[in-house]
């Protein structure tokens, strides 16, 4: 099919895959930064005094956000793995996500330091008096925990750049042995970021209420975190457009193979997140079931439907059609629902661990919120800005812009 | 033996689009193009409208859904109410792997036997089979088969329509 369709027609230097200087994207990137390190400032004046509501609305924001990095990520290993041809002119903008990891290890800071406010088998365990946390201790200690966390963001870091860097130095030279070598490091690579990804959920989310477990746990984590890659990748080739940016680049058939993936893993997510809740139910183990009796209580019950509802029911029926998928509007909204549900997802995750009696959004929820996507937007942007929006010299780009859905 | 139809052979899939392409704007209806592999813009170039395959696929697939789960209501909660495992009759969760199964097999079904059956398959025999060159359809050639059955079919007026670009054009015999 790589036959149909070649360059012919596109014109890659037409000002369409580069960002001038000056434009006002280019000056979005600082004005992100700026606004997101002071709604940061702002979500630690508001709380002074409270470091528990503090820490509970970092770490939700730093996982919704890091969720959209590592979604990215996985886009990126897995398209390279399958030798995909059609997303390669989207890649691009999924890699300078991706890309934005490594500025998490300091964002993890305030989730290390304020540690005891969050996890509370910290203090059990060294209380002594339960006898489960007991048990759990090989796994669930300070310094193993903390190592732990040094080899998430190293690998992901790791993972990341090797990629990006890749991809960059293939805009500069053209060799085609990069393609090769970074195909063959994506399997290996997969399975690392699989690992690290599971046990990085066990740590932050799992372990907010240490006797709970569910093995699935994992894998709910990242079916989620793709959802927010591709979402966001939406997100962004929409807003694109509107500045004439990768016109006839990117076009309804691009659109419609990311509607695609939405649709599957909206399908997906909800597979894993039932399976995890059917099991519990069934088993009906008061250390399992005292995780979903927590999320049935108070508002939070109406939180649980809204997410079976808004997270399953309704982009399942929306993201069926095929027109929807293929006009940048329609498959945006998608897009943007599914990132606001994930917001949600995150969210009664974490929050029941702090509010146990109901939902609640404070100001420094939105604050940090505004504080993680402003300084994760600032680093996207400027990557985004430095860079071709597409790798311009990919062998397989003339298959993914001549690229059709039959 | 009677003319089933008129037979033209294209050497490139461009010029088989081309005579798509006419033979759509001349308003034929009974007619097919065959290709040895998928060709991009044929459907454009056929005029063809979306299939009506996913709406048969959906109506089975949620029908087969809705049965699962009624089965497994009517079952659990009204014809042989059991207590399992300490949970009421009607135990909505345990229903949806078989909600599930069921709505993939009503979907998977729709779309094997929607698709023959829009397709008119199976059938054992067609009369393009009876001609020689068409062997290449599976190969290297490109063709695109009339009925004269169609409204608009005329053997000479249509054999010219289809000669543009071919590297032959013939009549195809019905045996029947």
């Known amino acids: 099919m790589s036959a149909h369709g070649t360059t012919a027609g ?24 700026g606004v997101g390190a002071l709604g940061l400032v702002v979500a630690f004046l508001v709380t002074r005094g409270d470091t528990r509501v503090f820490a ?37 903008l999924a890699e300078n996500a991706m890309a934005a990891i490594p500025a998490f290890a300091l964002l993890l800071l305030p989730i290390v330091l304020y540690r005891e406010e969050l996890f509370p088998w910290i203090r059990e365990i060294a209380e002594g008096k339960d006898h489960i946390l007991h048990g759990k201790e090989p796994y669930l200690n300070v310094p193993f925990f903390l190592t732990r966390a040094v080899v998430y963001m190293v690998v992901w870091s790791a993972i990341a750049l090797f990629f990006y860097r890749g991809s960059r130095r293939q805009d500069a030279t053209g060799d085609h042995a990069i393609s090769v070598r970074l195909r063959q490091w994506s399997g290996p690579a997969i399975i690392a970021l699989g690992l690290t990804h599971s046990f990085a959920a066990f740590d932050w989310i799992m372990s907010l209420d240490p006797h709970w477990y569910s093995t699935i746990f994992g894998v709910y984590s990242f079916a989620g975190s793709l959802l927010a890659g591709w979402s966001f990748l939406v997100l962004v080739l929409v807003a694109l457009r509107r500045f004439h940016l990768l016109d006839d680049i990117v076009g309804p058939e691009h659109y419609h193979d990311l509607g695609k993936l939405l649709f599957a893993f909206t399908v997906f997510w909800a597979y894993i997140g039932f399976s995890q809740y059917f099991l519990i139910w069934y088993g009906n183990i008061p250390e399992e079931t005292i995780f979903f009796r927590h999320r049935l209580e108070g508002s939070w019950r109406g939180a649980s439907f809204l997410l ?27 897009a943007g629902w599914l990132l606001l549900m994930h917001y949600l997802d995150v969210t009664w995750l974490v929050m029941p661990s702090l509010r146990p009696h109901g939902v609640a959004f404070g100001i420094a929820d939105v604050a940090c919120l505004i504080g993680f996507l402003g300084i994760f937007l600032g680093v996207f942007v400027r990557l985004t800005v430095g860079a071709p929006l597409v790798p311009i010299r990919d062998p397989r780009l003339p298959e993914s812009l001549g690229f059709e859905n039959i | 033996m009677a003319a089933w139809g008129l037979l033209a052979e294209y050497e490139t899939p461009k010029a088989l689009r081309e005579a798509c392409e006419r033979m759509r ?67 909505w969760p345990a229903y949806i792997p078989i909600t599930f199964e069921l709505g993939v097999l009503g979907g998977a079904l729709g779309a094997v036997f929607g698709m023959l059956g829009l397709n008119q398959l199976p059938r054992h025999h067609h009369p393009v089979f009876e001609s020689e060159r068409f062997k290449r359809a599976s190969d290297d050639r490109f063709f695109v088969s009339v009925e004269a059955a169609d409204p608009r079919f005329d053997a000479a007026a249509t054999r010219r329509l289809l000669q543009d670009g071919a590297t032959a054009v013939e009549s195809i015999e019905d045996e029947a």
């Open chain 1, 56 to 92: 509970f609305s970092w770490l939700v924001a730093f996982l919704f956000t890091l969720s959209i990095a590592l979604g990215s990520l996985y886009f990126v290993l897995v398209h390279t793995a399958m030798q995909g041809g059609w997303g390669i002119v989207v890649r691009r």
């Open chain 1, 10 to 33: 596109v014109d890659l230097d037409a000002g369409k895959v580069r960002i001038p200087a000056g434009h006002p994207l280019a000056r979005l990137g600082p004005i992100a930064f």
């Open chain 2, 25 to 91: 704007d001349a308003g034929f209806s009974r007619w097919d193009a065959h290709t040895p592999f998928p060709v991009h813009g044929l459907d454009r170039a056929m005029g063809m409208r979306r299939s009506l395959l996913p709406w048969i696929i959906l109506v089975l697939g949620l029908g087969g859904a809705a049965t699962g789960f009624a089965l497994q209501w009517w079952v659990h909660a009204k014809a042989y109410p059991l207590v399992i495992s300490g949970k009421p009759y009607f135990s």
């Open chain 1, 308 to 334: 079976a509802a808004g997270h399953f029911v309704l982009p399942f029926f929306f993201l069926m059609p095929r027109a929807i998928k293929r006009r940048p509007a329609t498959i945006a909204l998608g």
